[in-house]
């Protein structure tokens, strides 16, 4: 799998992005709140607000996904590319139990799948299927969406600050969740503001400042070397500092 964003432009909001991910690149999209880092991952994933549009280019293996149809979306949306986003509440229905919601992506895609126990077993939740959201925690509910996104293995997983609204031990267990379940020849895309994260998670590193892209590079690199003096600010901000 390739995506490639050309010349992302959304509003004044998102301006000019352009980046490629290939199969297995783990890549780190950082910045401050509001730079844009948000509304270029739901461009991508065609879920941008309605009063929102993007122009530019965004392709999933050579295919325009930039006014594809919502019916091509949603096909590719849970199936070739799936997200995590920071409040697991908001992707679960509080009235479904986890064990049926995890097998959803089978359903709507048609496909035969493995069984609930299975996967919820597979990111540590063995024996919650007859849960509903409510009855779990905050971490527990993540582990849920999270087996929701792989359930169909997708080429591409793009998470939007998926440990933030958790407490720190839940968000190491999390982050390496992912690691661990993501096939390695699944492309990441990991939004983050979070310097420490990204260390963890990431190959490359993107960095948005007011809509456009202002450094990129490998994590060491930008992590050891930043060029674009935001970078350098973020950094000498951040706890990585200190422990270089
Ligand atoms: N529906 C919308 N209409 C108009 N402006 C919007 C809309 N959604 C977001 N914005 C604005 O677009 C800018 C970029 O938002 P975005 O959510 O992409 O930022 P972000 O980098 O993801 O920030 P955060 O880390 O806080 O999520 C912000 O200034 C935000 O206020």
Known sequence: MTLTVENLQVADLVRGISFELGAGERVGLIGESGSGKSLTALSVLGLLP?????TGSVRLDGRELLGASEKELSRLRGNEMAMVFQEPM???????????????????????????????????????????????????????????????????????????????????????????????????????????????????????????????????????APKHAYTQRLLAASDLEGAR
């Open 50 to 54: 309605e009063e929102l549009s993007a």
């Open 90 to 224: 908001t992707a679960l229905n509080p009235a479904m139990r986890v064990g049926r919601q995890v097998t959803e992506p089978f359903r709507v895609h048609g496909r035969r799948g493995r069984p609930a126990e299975e996967l919820l077993a597979a990111v540590g939740l063995p024996g919650v299927a007859r849960a509903y959201p409510h009855q779990l925690s905050g971490g527990q509910r993540q582990r849920v969406v999270l087996a929701i996104a792989l359930a169909n293995d997708p080429a591409l997983l793009i998470c939007d600050e998926p440990t933030t609204a958790l407490d720190v031990t839940v968000q190491a267990q999390i982050l390496s969740l992912i690691r661990e379940r993501l096939s390695a020849e699944s492309s990441l895309l990991f939004i983050t503001h979070d310097l420490a994260v990204v260390a963890q998670m990431c190959d490359r590193v993107l960095v948005m400042l007011d809509g456009s892209i202002v450094e990129h590079g490998s994590t060491r690199e930008v992590l050891t």
